[in-house]
Nanobody, 122 residues
Framework: QVQLVESGGGLVQAGGSLRLSCAAS????????MGWFRQAPGKEREFVAA????????DYDDSVKERFTISRDNAKNTVYLQMNSLKPEDTAVYYC???????????????WGQGTQVTVSS
């Protein structure tokens, strides 16, 4: 079992930045691939970014490439999502997830956090 708690969401103007954190507890954090997903009102939950268990591989949705960066600190059991140049269309609840396979498929991830709201005003 893994417990995931996201933090760092909030309200920001377009063009601004936020850094999301996801703290994990329970099973050994370093054995999991970690992902970030987001869900806007009335839309499906969608992939944002992922990192392999040791951080050597990353993957991004095209909509966030060059703007978002995923990273992890296994000593702190935490994964981060640095979001720059934010746009109103980035507004969503952001979820972190843990699984045994890196990728954009929700089914790859077995554990999910409760989410943190990110709102980008125009």
């Amino acid at each position: 079992q893994v417990q995931l708690v996201e933090s760092g969401g909030g309200l920001v103007q377009a063009g601004g930045s936020l850094r999301l954190s996801c703290a994990a507890s329970g099973r050994t954090f370093s054995m999991f691939a970690m992902g970030w997903f987001r869900q806007a009102p009335g839309k499906e939950r969608e992939f944002v970014a992922a990192t392999s268990s040791r951080g050597s591989m990353t993957d991004y949705d095209d909509s966030v490439k060059e703007r978002f960066t995923i990273s992890r600190d296994n000593a702190k059991n935490t994964v981060y999502l640095q979001m720059n140049s934010l746009k109103p269309e980035d507004t969503a609840v952001y979820y972190c997830a843990a699984g045994f396979r890196i990728g954009a498929i929700r089914a790859y991830y077995d554990y999910w956090g409760q989410g943190t709201q990110v709102t980008v005003s125009s």
